[in-house]
């Protein structure tokens, strides 16, 4: 078991503590007692002196008695160098037990100190990994009991982290796996359905009306259930990061003239006038055409479904910095603010009151945004209740032969 | 204008859709439930298709297996793969000189349209 910091720092604390207080008692002490002996000895030689002046102011042997005197007064004198001698020595003791005991416990901090450096340097690196995404990171648990519990409890973390994420991908995983499975099973039923109600409608002369209507009836849900079908394994592709895009440099007016196409006879049934302005001059975009058409169908497509009969829709192409953005413009009912915020989530529709009469599947939005961000754009919703719905997006300019230093731009912009 | 066609799929529900619209088109229709049923087609005595149609997802010897056998054998008659999963559309040919996918729903008017492509006299595909 490693020694725990604490430990260590009472330790040391307590050594350096008893240490200089010896030092400081030893040091009085010594002090104290030679300062005595020293007043001892001055005393009695002061007492040689006066009873030898005594003597002389007596007349006894005086020859003798000044000489005691004289050599009383360089014995004092003695004395005095003496003592001086010895509060140095003993001052210089105590200063150099001082250091030295102060010396030991810098030592003593500086190790500690050192020996906490290394391990938490390689917390704080690892922590920096881990936190990068890299879960597979450790650090080597040792050094004082509170850097290793540390380590240990930052290795137990990371651990964790990575079981966690390691089974939210496989939950995901099996998630794709489903998706992809309910929609192979479900194809191959719905395949039969519609293809023997279209084998039906060919039959169209001997039906009754009734019956057509039945059959159409039929035709119309699976063609839904296609839809929904196609939306859900898109999402579930985008989900999983498998939703791949070819990127073209394509002409802006072919991918307005493609929606068209695909939305003419749709439009036409309800009445609604499309129309389309295109800037000229627009730079060419950076754009899959099948999935580009297939954003601007679903943005159609909501505009068809949710205008009344007889509605203007307009699709305009602008240049915006270095972006192109399209948008389309109706004007029908319009969405409440509350609405609009949560619209390119998926399942959420503008009026929960049509849904009952609108055929979407409520993943178009949701797929539109998937796709052109994807394309390193943004998608955009306004509207006022009342005054009509604009939905744009914008694509990046393709970068054209020689127009590298833009590329990095479009680079950014993902 | 007519061409035989060879039809393969494990669902006989599927199989009576795809005969009675071919036959509704024209064309003549053999069919097998899975990729022995085709092998045994053509290594049989009987007329020779000129266009398979294969679902790619079969028990035992799957569509594109028997392919893969096919071709091995030199047999170079046209392939169209059905297939429900769009996974599978412009999965690696492998060298199976594969003419074209359908995607589950069947898109039937694009299909007879490649069907007369692909049996036209003249140029092959």
């Known amino acids: 078991m490693s020694q725990s910091l604490a430990n260590r720092l009472t330790i040391g604390f307590t050594i350096a503590f008893a240490v200089l207080t010896a030092l400081a008692v030893i040091g009085v002490a010594r002090f104290i007692q030679q300062r005595q002996d020293f007043e001892d000895a001055i005393a009695r030689s002061y007492q040689r002196e006066i009873q030898a002046r005594t003597r002389i102011s007596q007349g006894r042997h005086p020859a003798a008695a000044r000489a005691t005197v004289l050599a009383q007064q360089r014995q004092r004198r003695a004395l005095r160098d003496d003592i001086s001698n010895q509060t140095r020595d003993t001052a210089l003791l105590v200063g150099a037990g001082l250091i030295a005991a102060l010396t030991g416990a810098a030592l003593l901090f500086s190790g500690l100190i050192s020996s906490m450096r290394r391990p938490l340097e390689n917390l704080v690196e690892a922590s920096e990994r881990l936190a990068a995404g890299d879960l597979e990171t450790r650090v080597e648990v040792g050094g004082l009991s509170e850097t290793a519990s540390l380590g240990r409890a930052f290795n137990e973390m990371a651990g964790e982290l990575q079981r966690r994420a390691g089974e939210r991908d496989q939950l995901d995983r099996m998630k794709d796996e489903f998706v992809l499975t309910a929609s192979h099973e479900l194809r191959s039923p719905l395949t039969s359905v519609q293809g023997f109600a279209e084998l039906l409608i060919m039959e169209r002369d001997r039906l009754s009306p009734e019956q057509v209507e039945t059959v159409e009836v039929i035709l119309d849900n699976s063609r839904h259930l296609v839809r929904l079908l196609n939306d859900l394994l898109d999402l579930a592709r985008s989900d999983a990061g498998r939703l791949e895009i070819a990127p073209q440099p394509t002409e802006v007016e072919t991918l307005v003239e493609d929606a068209e196409r695909a939305m003419r006879g749709q439009l036409e049934g309800r009445g609604q006038a499309l129309s389309t302005a295109v800037d000229p001059d627009l730079p060419r975009v950076s754009a899959d055409r099948d999935r580009v058409r297939q954003v601007m169908v679903n943005l159609l497509t909501n505009a068809n479904e949710y205008c009344p009969d007889g509605a203007a829709i307009e699709v305009k192409a602008t240049r915006i910095d270095a972006d192109v953005e399209i948008a389309v413009t109706d004007n029908g009912p319009g969405i409440p603010q509350d609405q609009l915020e949560h619209i390119f989530e998926r399942f959420t529709r503008g009026d929960a009151g049509l849904t009952q009469r609108v055929g979407g599947t409520g993943l178009g939005l949701a797929i539109a945004k998937s796709l052109v961000e994807l394309h390193g754009g943004t998608v955009a919703a306004e509207s006022t209740p009342g005054g009509g719905s604009t939905f744009s997006f914008r694509l990046p300019a393709a970068a054209a032969p020689g127009d590298a230093p833009h590329a990095p731009l479009e680079a950014e912009a993902r | ?125």
């Open chain 2, 1 to 125: 204008m007519m061409a035989r066609v060879l039809v393969a799929d494990d669902s006989e529900t599927i199989l009576l859709l795809l005969r009675t619209r071919l036959e509704m088109a024209g064309h003549e229709v053999q069919t097998a439930t899975d990729g022995q049923g085709v092998l045994d087609a053509l290594k049989g005595a009987g007329p020779k298709p000129d266009l398979l149609l294969l679902d790619a997802m079969m028990p035992r010897i799957s569509g594109i297996d028997a392919l893969r056998e096919l071709r091995a054998a030199g047999v170079d008659v046209p392939a169209l793969i059905v297939s429900a999963h769009e996974e599978a559309n412009g999965a690696s040919d492998e060298g199976l000189a594969i003419s074209g996918y359908v995607s589950k729903p069947i898109d039937f008017e694009a299909l007879f349209d490649r069907i007369a492509e692909l049996t036209a006299p003249g140029p092959a595909a």
